[in-house]
């Protein structure tokens, strides 16, 4: 039985390249699995609640392993010109509204903010998405339509004035984007279900579905994420009614998950459960999670998974290192919650963006040092081992010996087919499959070494990263990828003179480097040396099948 060894510095699973009209189950596959960038443009000014973004967050996403980024943002407060406030809340007064979506600015300042943020997210190739957010969003529009907050009628001036400043402002956002490709996607409204009932979110959704799809361009056949009124969590996307869904053929239905929330938030006064993962608590997942598989079965309609997350462990607040008065989830627990829910999200067809708030939240995964003025009592970018429990579904820890067959070897098992497993390094043992192997990804630290049999089977991808835009000397360890326009664009490769890239052979009998051109469409040779230059720094990945040959 001949064995082969192989030591690489990152695999990841890789994500496809979609052109033209991406269908919304496709755009969820691909979508797979991300993380929020939470209180940044969602709070009254950016840098009140989290540091300001930098581009480097994104390629510190990207170089993680996520695929899609959700962008909450408000474009309430002084982002937006124009006050519904003093508008009669009484009822029969929507004849007294004399204004029009004109009356309603959005700063342009704010726009092109947006605008380059969206465009650092997308140059990683990550799928994003535009999510309408914020307590500024909750207090001037949605908490108009709660008996509980507010007497507005329905039948009222300010009514009538509050929706078209809304609609205004989706107009505003959809003619900004609507150049661009359909990895960036739109999400209506954040939580609008604690005070919109069914009927007016029904009736909100056609409205803003109205006005993207007429803005035209890309937004004909964007992929636009809904939700729907009067309740929350799993049974909020069931509330979406079938005269909505059958209307458009490019629809998300997206719902969020804390439950239960004595744990979740337990870091907060009267929530005290720190402790998760009994098979009772798996089973209220399960049973949540189907119910929201066979309703979107039923309906035709595929699943985004939009937040859902457990407070720091103890409390812990990661800026200060200063843990809570109340505690807070005991981390074991906290890591397998995120482990479990991103796993049956995943198992089920769902894409999920995991919520995320930096460095000062009570839920943080990435310490956002992208900022420089980021100060961080506990080291690192991210929170690595919640990191690690949301991008895999297995990890290796050598508990026991070699034998990738022990189940006491890994986290949650011996990996099966759909299986996403991490391997990584400073272990005692590292795997060895005696037997074949077929799994989803594999993803190895530097350091660390896997040995299979040449039956191993199962997409793989290896990323190099270039610290710097100068050229580096690279190789493939697997077999299959291609060389043509995409992977230039994909992988940040530099433009040359005339129709060269950055990507190039030497050629040892005139003492020269041949390039590769625009248009060319090859392949790759596994272990052979390319010279490599990215526009800045980056990965380059490729992406193949695992050599065996020798």
Same mark, same amino acid.
């Given at each position: 039985?001949?064995?082969?060894?192989?030591?690489?510095?990152?695999?990841?699973?890789?994500?496809?390249?979609?052109?033209?009209?991406?269908?919304?189950?496709?755009?969820?596959?691909?979508?797979?699995? *991300?993380?929020?960038? *939470?209180?940044?443009?969602?709070?009254?000014?950016?840098?009140?609640?989290?540091?300001?973004?930098?581009?480097?967050?994104?390629?510190?996403?990207?170089?993680?392993?996520?695929?899609?980024?959700?962008?909450?943002?408000?474009?309430?407060?002084?982002?937006?010109?124009?006050?519904?406030?003093?508008?009669?809340?009484?009822?029969?007064?929507?004849?007294?509204?004399?204004? @029009?979506?004109?009356?309603?600015?959005?700063?342009?300042?704010?726009?092109?903010?947006?605008?380059?943020?969206?465009?650092?997210?997308?140059?990683?190739?990550?799928?994003?998405?535009?999510?309408?957010?914020?307590?500024?969003?909750?207090?001037?529009?949605?908490?108009?339509?709660?008996?509980?907050?507010?007497?507005?009628?329905?039948?009222?001036?300010?009514?009538?004035?509050?929706?078209?400043?809304?609609?205004?402002?989706?107009?505003?956002?959809?003619?900004?984007?609507?150049?661009?490709?359909?990895?960036?996607?739109?999400?209506?409204?954040?939580?609008?279900?604690?005070?919109?009932?069914?009927?007016?979110?029904?009736?909100?959704?056609?409205?803003?579905?109205?006005?993207?799809?007429?803005?035209?361009?890309?937004?004909?056949?964007?992929?636009?994420?809904?939700?729907?009124?009067?309740?929350?969590?799993?049974?909020? +996307?069931?509330?979406?009614?079938?005269?909505?869904?059958?209307?458009?053929?490019?629809?998300?239905?997206?719902?969020?998950?804390?439950?239960?929330?004595?744990?979740?938030?337990?870091?907060?006064?009267?929530?005290?459960?720190? =402790?998760?993962?009994?098979?009772?608590?798996?089973?209220?997942?399960?049973?949540?999670?189907?119910?929201?598989?066979?309703?979107?079965?039923?309906?035709?309609?595929?699943?985004?998974?939009?937040?859902?997350?457990?407070?720091?462990?103890? *409390?812990?607040?990661?800026?200060?290192?200063?843990?809570?008065?109340?505690?807070?989830?005991?981390?074991?627990?906290?890591?397998?919650?995120?482990?479990?829910?991103?796993?049956?999200?995943?198992?089920? *067809?769902?894409?999920?963006?995991?919520?995320?708030?930096?460095?000062?939240?009570?839920?943080?995964?990435?310490?956002?040092?992208?900022?420089? @003025?980021?100060? =961080?009592?506990?080291?690192?970018?991210?929170?690595?081992?919640?990191?690690?429990?949301?991008?895999?579904?297995?990890?290796?820890?050598?508990?026991? @010996?070699?034998?990738?067959?022990?189940?006491?070897?890994?986290?949650?098992?011996?990996?099966?087919?759909?299986?996403?497993?991490?391997?990584?390094?400073?272990?005692?043992?590292? +795997?060895?499959?005696?037997?074949?192997?077929?799994?989803?990804?594999?993803?190895?630290?530097?350091?660390?070494?896997?040995?299979?049999?040449?039956?191993?089977?199962?997409?793989?991808?290896?990323?190099?990263?270039?610290?710097?835009?100068?050229?580096?000397?690279?190789?493939?360890?697997?077999?299959?990828?291609?060389?043509?326009?995409?992977?230039?664009?994909?992988?940040?490769?530099?433009?040359?003179?005339?129709? =060269?890239?950055?990507?190039?052979?030497?050629?040892?009998?005139?003492?020269?480097?041949?390039?590769?051109?625009?248009?060319?469409?090859?392949?790759?040779?596994?272990?052979?040396?390319?010279?490599?230059?990215?526009?800045?720094?980056?990965?380059?990945?490729?992406?193949?099948?695992?050599?065996?040959? @020798?």
């Amino acid at each position: 039985m001949r064995f082969f060894n192989i030591l690489i510095l990152l695999i990841s699973i890789s994500i496809t390249n979609v052109k033209g009209q991406t269908d919304p189950y496709t755009m969820v596959e691909r979508m797979g699995r *991300g993380i929020n960038l *939470g209180n940044t443009f969602s709070a009254p000014e950016e840098g009140n609640w989290a540091p300001v973004v930098y581009e480097q967050y994104f390629i510190d996403v990207k170089n993680a392993g996520f695929t899609n980024v959700r962008i909450p943002m408000d474009f309430y407060g002084n982002r937006t010109e124009g006050s519904t406030s003093n508008y009669s809340s009484e009822e029969g007064t929507s004849s007294q509204y004399m204004g @029009d979506t004109s009356d309603y600015v959005v700063i342009e300042l704010y726009l092109n903010r947006i605008e380059e943020v969206v465009n650092w997210s997308l140059n990683q190739d990550l799928v994003t998405i535009i999510d309408f957010h914020g307590t500024q969003l909750k207090s001037e529009f949605i908490y108009t339509f709660s008996n509980s907050n507010s007497q507005t009628d329905p039948t009222s001036a300010k009514r009538a004035a509050d929706l078209d400043k809304f609609k205004s402002i989706w107009t505003q956002i959809s003619n900004r984007f609507k150049g661009y490709s359909e990895n960036l996607l739109f999400e209506i409204i954040n939580e609008p279900y604690f005070h919109m009932s069914k009927l007016e979110m029904d009736t909100l959704n056609t409205d803003i579905l109205a006005i993207i799809r007429a803005s035209g361009g890309s937004n004909a056949t964007r992929n636009v994420i809904i939700t729907g009124g009067g309740q929350n969590s799993q049974n909020a +996307p069931q509330q979406i009614s079938d005269a909505v869904i059958e209307s458009d053929n490019y629809l998300i239905a997206s719902f969020h998950y804390y439950q239960p929330f004595s744990f979740t938030s337990s870091s907060t006064v009267n929530n005290n459960d720190f =402790n998760w993962g009994t098979n009772a608590d798996k089973n209220s997942v399960d049973g949540h999670f189907d119910a929201v598989k066979n309703w979107s079965n039923s309906k035709n309609i595929p699943i985004t998974l939009g937040e859902f997350g457990a407070d720091n462990e103890n *409390g812990l607040n990661y800026n200060t290192g200063i843990y809570g008065l109340n505690g807070g989830p005991i981390n074991t627990s906290r890591v397998e919650y995120h482990r479990y829910i991103a796993e049956q999200a995943i198992n089920r *067809g769902f894409s999920f963006s995991a919520w995320d708030a930096g460095n000062k939240s009570n839920k943080a995964i990435h310490l956002r040092t992208d900022n420089l @003025d980021t100060t =961080n009592s506990i080291s690192g970018i991210w929170v690595e081992d919640i990191k690690n429990a949301l991008l895999f579904s297995t990890i290796w820890s050598g508990n026991t @010996d070699i034998d990738w067959d022990t189940a006491s070897n890994w986290s949650d098992g011996i990996p099966v087919s759909t299986s996403d497993i991490l391997i990584p390094n400073s272990l005692t043992y590292y +795997p060895t499959a005696s037997s074949a192997v077929t799994v989803n990804s594999v993803k190895m630290a530097s350091g660390s070494s896997l040995k299979a049999q040449s039956t191993f089977s199962g997409s793989i991808s290896y990323n190099r990263n270039l610290l710097t835009n100068n050229w580096y000397l690279v190789s493939s360890p697997v077999a299959g990828e291609t060389y043509d326009d995409y992977y230039v664009a994909a992988n940040g490769i530099a433009l040359g003179t005339g129709n =060269n890239r950055g990507i190039a052979l030497y050629t040892a009998n005139d003492d020269s480097w041949d390039y590769m051109q625009a248009g060319e469409t090859t392949s790759f040779s596994n272990g052979t040396g390319y010279s490599v230059k990215r526009t800045s720094t980056g990965d380059v990945s490729f992406t193949g099948s695992m050599n065996t040959n @020798d």
